[in-house]
Every structure is written in structure tokens, then in C-alpha cells.
């Protein structure tokens, strides 16, 4: 997953930018990236690490102009690698610097028909390389010299039947103004603000409404599935499929990565988590559990727990403290790593937990690793009943679109019953959200748009992504055999009775 921003302004761009691209960080922490354009040329830096290590005043001082797109990037299947930091320029056949969150599924196809229709090589298999040249190359076939709207828009439309997959994106077409697009079923977030200054509106897109926020711009709109919309140079907006709901959007931002103060398609992530924590709650009371306290995993399970203690009316308290300063468990690519992380990463607070059934919520529940290590913890601090909450469904099919998620293999739920996870987390009893209930409460006659389950459901909303998935396998196993330095198993832990 990746977040994005573009803007486009009477005034320089880069000090909003950076504020902006700050807030989406939790999208990605591995590199961050900013083009601006100045009217005459770009100018680009980006590097590996957060935002306010990639930038420093010497390189915010050369990023000038008006119009600016910006990247934070989270490693999915591919190396940690500097040269698939973003943006991406193109100087051919106009200057188009690009950014994008998400991912391609046919990218063999869409490699060969460059090759093929457009005699275009790209230097490697990257995604967003892909969308470039494949819109560079629709562009390339129009009348260079009186490009207009309709052009640009015909050349996103002919990209988007041609490029599968999840992808939201935001191009700077040097000379002309400022683009975003989407994929046709609208997988993932983008949503376009507006602030008034005395010379005039400045126009920004961004993955999540968090942004406009901290720069006080007003939020116009979502864009929408299949929508392009492009800010002109003399800001003027103009659309193609304007108000489009969502087909597919993705159901784990709302229940893990968008921040909590993001409102996506009208619904505020927060409040969504607290509805998930209270629909929850029905379980519990069915299973005759009588927790002394609901707790949350820090702090993607925050709201749900909140929820959830409301709804059967026992406290809720933050019990396991985080330390921020620690780095993710969840990409360390062995099993013995990421258990270590873990518990450098939370401590339990002994004084609230000692002697009290507990139940512990989190988002979801991936390989089993995070689980296992807190109830333990919990346990370790005097917790005499441990039940783990999981506000998402069981977890059965590997995210396609742009969550780095596991194999199907490494997924706990994909491979062991409830009981089985259960013994494995070393858990009194786990409670997972219905899929039923998920679905009831994204439903698409609740004015959200369709949503995509597939992680929970193994429908994924693009067609039959067989091979796609084969691929994704292959290249993790490949990707991880090449670590020599590790021992991965590639399968989920075998749960054992405790
Ligand atoms: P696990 O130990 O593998 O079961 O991981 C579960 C934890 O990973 C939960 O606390 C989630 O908050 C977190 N998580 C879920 N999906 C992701 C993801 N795509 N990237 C990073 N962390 C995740």
C-alpha cells in the first residue's frame, strides 16, 4: 500500500506537500518521493525512509513551482529498492511525471502490448511503469501540438480498459495542468480538496481526506471509479465520470489502513471501527464470555474495542502500551523475527490486567504471530482469562490490489479451524467478525458504493486472477529464498495445544 498526493496552485507547493505527505505516512514508511514542475521543467528527489528524513531544506529549496505529486511507499512483493521509489517521470512524448497506490494484475499483458502496439521497452516490470507508458503512449497518437481535454481523457479511458488491477493515480502532463485517475472499479481511496487564496484555488488530490485537514482545504469530492478528473492551468476542473460510487472499493482500509480521521466515500473510518466493535458485541454475549475489561492492540484496534466495551458495558482500558520508535513486526520476514519484534513493541500494563478476564481487540488476525505474542504477554502480566477479539473476518485469501498481506499459505485462517487458531494463539477463545455482518454493514444500498471482500471471501472483483495469484506466490517464495541469511517457512504455524 502507498499513499499520494498531487497538487496544483498559484504558489509553491512543496511546504503543503510535505505536510501532506506526512499525514498519509502510515500508507507507507519505506520511501517517500516529490516531482514538482516549475513551467519550464521538474524537478525530482526522492530517497528511501520517512518524509522528514527523505527531505531536508537543501532539497525542499530545489523543489520549485506550482505543481507537485508526491509518494510515500510501503514495500508489497518487490525488493525494497530505491529505483522503484516514486514519482516516475517521462520526457516522450510529453513531460508526465506520475504517482500511484496500488497494483497491477496483468502486468505481463500490458508489458507485451507496449512492446507490441507501441514499441515501447520498459526498463523494468514496475506498475506505475506501466500505466505511464501505457498512457504515454495513447497520448503519443494524438495531435501533439493542440492536445486537449478530451485527448488526455481519451487516453486514461483506453489505459484503463487496458491496465487490471487496483490503482489510483496522480500525473503532472508538464505544460498542461494537473491529472488523477482511477481504476474502473474504484479499489482504492483518492479524493480531491480545494483552498481559496487571494491568487486564486489551489487544487490537491491525496489518498485520504486527513490531508486537507492539516492544510485547512475544504473537501470537494471522492474520485470515483473509472473518473478522471483534470485541474487545467487555469484551474479549471473538468471530468470525465464525475460522482461514479465506488464499484469495489476495499473494505480493509476501512477496517485497518486508512487513518481513523479519513472519511472515505462519507464514512468516517473511526466511526466504522466503532460500529464493528459493537456489532462484535453480539458474539461475545452468544459465546458467555464476561470480560472484566476490553482492551484494544494499539492502535488499529482502538475504536473496536471502544465500541465493543460500550455495547456489553464492562471498561474499557488501554492496557498494552506501544512503543512507536520500534519499526513494523508485520514485514520482518521470519517467523522468530517478527515474534521478537512484538514484544520489544508492547508492554503490558501488570497493574490493570492482573487477576481480570480480559478481551484483547485487533483488527484482524493475519499468520497468528501478533496474536499469539499478546495473549502470552497478557498472560505473562496475571490476565486470568485471555479472549482475543478480531473485528475483521477470518482472513482466507491474499490481497491482490496493493495490501501486502501473505500468501495464501502463511494465512492462518486460509489453513486451521477457529478452535485450531485458537490453541495456536494460546487464546481462552477467539471471536472473529461475521462475514455476513461485514458485508451487511458496507452493503451497497447504504450509499458507500460496492465494496471488494475478496481477503475475506476469495472473490476477487477483477475476474479470475488464477494466475495472477500463482505469480504472487512464486515471487514471495523466490524473493524470500533469495534472503539466504533466513530460514522462512512458507506455511502458516502449525497450532499445538498448549
Ligand atoms: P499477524 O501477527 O500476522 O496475525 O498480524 C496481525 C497484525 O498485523 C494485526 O495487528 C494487524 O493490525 C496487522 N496487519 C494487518 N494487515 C497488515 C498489513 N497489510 N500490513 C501490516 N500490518 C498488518
Redesign the pocket.
Known sequence: ?CGIVGFHGPERVVGDMIIGLTALQHRGQDAAGIATFDGEAFHLHKGQGLVNDVFKPKHTKKLTGNTGIGHVR?TTQGANDSDLAQPFTTSYPFGLAMVHNGNVINFRDVAKLLHEKYHVLPKTTNDLELIMYTFASELRVKDLDRLSVVDIFDAVETTQELVKGAYATVTIIAGHGLLAFTDPLGIRPLVMGRRDTPDGPVYAFASESTCFDYLDFEFVENVGPGQAVFIDNDFKVHYKNQNELPKAFCV?EQI??AREDSTIHGRLVARERVRLGKIIARKVVDAGLKPDMVID?PS??YFSASGLAEAIGVPYRRALVKNNHMG????VPTQAG?EDV?KKKLNPIRAFVEGKKVAVV????????????IVRLLREAGASEVYFISSAPPLVSP?IYG????MSTEL?AANYTEEEICRYIEADKVIYQDLSDLQDLFAEERGHGGSCFACFTGKYPTGDVTHYLRHVQEERLSHRSEKKSESVSAKAPAPTEH
Open positions: 500500500m510501503y480493509f485497518y489502513f492492540v488499529s484496534g513494523r513486526s508485520f514485514i517478527r512484538v485487533d483488527d484482524s488476525i493475519v499468520r497468528g504471530t501478533t496474536s499469539r505474542r490481497c495490501i501486502d498481506m501473505a492462518i
